[in-house]
């Protein structure tokens, strides 16, 4: 997934002689291709830049953005995003998942306690649970990120505040407060992990092998539906034999014969099937939980393009502002420095935002799933529900 490409493939260009121009040449090679708007209408486009065509042609009337923020704005998504503030300065290994997981986990222990451990059914069901709760442990770990960037980036956005647009207002003591910024930023970790991630890479593996999985059991599901259907429809006529036939012989034999033929008809011959509200359950169990499997898939996939967005944006900076570090505390490479990060900062913060925003609904829609397979499997709920 290649959300950005840096162009630095250019150490054979001739470079002009003015140090001021080689210096902006050398800014310039640091130049990115960003992902498309995320929330686009119509045509789509890979995070590569490659265009891709729609196969599903929206109504008019239906716009993803309002969609979109409408989602963001339900009682539960600012219940998450209140809940997931509050962990916001707790440490990463003990990020209290129980505050914004539902159900939690000991919820889900106890409901699968009453069904059969080694069932292919169950242990589906566990694993999907399992894997949900994995998703809501990395989302949290994120957000954790995402406080370390807006931490990181906290100097910048006060040196620009403050920082002159015109280079004959800069004095040497702001020179050197901007050196000393891009010195401390340089010297910090990326908060966000790389594309390359083992966490992604393993979480999306092991999503993937579950809804094929799911899809298999739900595919036989259907298919014995179909034979127990044409089994019902040999019973039923067999049923009308038996009673045509008893009806006749009836009339001609005597009673102690009578019984023996019906005790023969009555045997299983011609078998009834009656499909059970536990077969349905079961249905609804698999449904539940590939349904969520899929969603996760797609969720999943969009963070990861974020976040390796983000982790290359903070990367574009860091070589920013070394150039600058290279240069020492001239006014003018860290006058082109700060210009360059004043026109990028805002694409940052936005990035940071919309990160967020998809973590906030990533929890919204585990919640969802995770509470509709919970109620399939809860002892205490209807068989009919």
Same mark, same amino acid.
């Given at each position: 997934?290649?959300?950005?490409?840096?162009?630095?493939?250019?150490?054979?260009?001739?470079?002009?002689?003015?140090?001021?121009?080689?210096?902006?040449?050398?800014?310039?090679?640091?130049?990115?291709?960003?992902?498309?708007?995320?929330?686009?209408?119509?045509?789509?486009?890979?995070?590569?830049?490659?265009?891709?065509?729609?196969?599903?042609?929206?109504?008019?009337?239906?716009?993803?953005?309002?969609?979109?923020?409408?989602?963001?704005?339900?009682?539960?998504?600012?219940?998450?995003?209140?809940?997931?503030?509050?962990?916001?300065?707790?440490?990463?290994?003990?990020?209290?998942?129980?505050?914004?997981?539902?159900?939690?986990r000991e919820s889900v222990?106890?409901?699968?306690?009453?069904?059969?451990?080694?069932?292919?059914?169950?242990?589906?069901?566990?694993?999907?649970?399992?894997? %949900?709760?994995?998703?809501?442990? #990395?989302?949290?770990? /994120? *957000? +954790?990120?995402? @406080?370390?960037? !807006?931490? =990181?980036?906290?100097?910048?956005?006060?040196?620009?505040?403050?920082?002159?647009?015109?280079?004959?207002?800069?004095?040497?003591?702001?020179?050197?407060?901007?050196?000393?910024?891009?010195?401390?930023?340089?010297?910090?970790?990326?908060?966000?992990?790389?594309?390359?991630?083992?966490?992604?890479?393993?979480?999306?593996?092991?999503? %993937?092998?579950?809804?094929?999985? #799911?899809?298999?059991? /739900? *595919? +036989?599901?259907? @298919?014995?539906? !179909?034979? =127990?259907?044409?089994?019902?429809?040999?019973?039923?006529?067999?049923?009308?034999?038996?009673?045509?036939?008893?009806?006749?012989?009836?009339?001609?034999?005597?009673?102690?014969?009578?019984?023996?033929?019906?005790?023969?008809?009555?045997?299983?011959?011609?078998?009834?099937?009656?499909?059970?509200?536990?077969?349905?359950?079961?249905?609804?169990?698999?449904?539940?939980?590939?349904?969520?499997s899929f969603h996760h898939?797609?969720?999943?996939?969009?963070?990861?393009?974020?976040?390796?967005?983000?982790?290359?944006?903070?990367?574009?900076?860091?070589?920013?502002?070394?150039?600058?570090?290279?240069?020492?505390?001239?006014?003018?490479?860290?006058?082109?420095?700060?210009?360059?990060?004043?026109?990028?900062?805002?694409?940052?913060?936005?990035?940071?935002?919309?990160?967020?925003?998809?973590?906030?609904?990533?929890?919204?829609?585990?919640?969802?799933?995770?509470?509709?397979?919970?109620?399939?499997?809860?002892?205490?709920?209807?068989?009919?529900?």
């Open positions: 997934m290649q959300c950005l490409s840096f162009n630095l493939n250019s150490s054979a260009q001739s470079f002009p002689s003015s140090p001021q121009s080689q210096f902006q040449s050398q800014i310039h090679q640091n130049g990115v291709n960003s992902c498309p708007p995320t929330h686009s209408q119509g045509n789509s486009t890979e995070c590569d830049g490659t265009p891709r065509s729609s196969t599903t042609q929206l109504s008019p009337s239906f716009n993803i953005r309002e969609e979109y923020n409408r989602a963001l704005q339900t009682n539960s998504c600012n219940e998450i995003r209140s809940r997931i503030g509050d962990q916001e300065h707790v440490d990463n290994h003990q990020l209290n998942l129980s505050q914004v997981l539902h159900p939690d222990h106890q409901a699968l306690r009453h069904i059969d451990p080694k069932a292919t059914l169950t242990r589906l069901v566990s694993t999907y649970f399992d894997h %949900s709760e994995n998703i809501c442990t #990395l989302c949290l770990e /994120l *957000h +954790k990120c995402i @406080s370390n960037a !807006r931490f =990181l980036y906290g100097p910048i956005t006060e040196l620009l505040e403050v920082f002159p647009n015109e280079l004959s207002s800069i004095n040497h003591s702001q020179c050197d407060w901007a050196f000393d910024i891009f010195l401390k930023f340089d010297s910090l970790d990326n908060p966000f992990p790389s594309r390359d991630s083992h966490n992604f890479n393993e979480m999306s593996r092991s999503f %993937s092998q579950l809804k094929e999985q #799911l899809d298999q059991r /739900l *595919h +036989k599901s259907h @298919s014995r539906g !179909r034979i =127990l259907d044409r089994a019902m429809t040999r019973s039923a006529i067999c049923l009308i034999g038996t009673v045509v036939g008893i009806a006749v012989t009836a009339v001609v034999i005597s009673t102690h014969a009578l019984a023996a033929i019906v005790g023969l008809f009555a045997t299983p011959l011609c078998p009834i099937y009656v499909p059970s509200h536990v077969k349905k359950k079961h249905i609804a169990q698999l449904k539940a939980a590939y349904g969520g898939i797609n969720d999943l996939d969009t963070i990861v393009c974020l976040v390796a967005r983000l982790h290359d944006s903070v990367e574009r900076d860091k070589d920013l502002m070394r150039i600058g570090l290279e240069r020492g505390r001239d006014i003018y490479p860290i006058y082109q420095v700060v210009n360059h990060l004043r026109n990028n900062h805002g694409k940052i913060l936005d990035q940071l935002k919309e990160l967020e925003e998809h973590i906030c609904l990533c929890f919204n829609v585990i919640n969802k799933f995770r509470g509709n397979l919970f109620k399939q499997i809860h002892p205490h709920q209807s068989t009919d529900s």
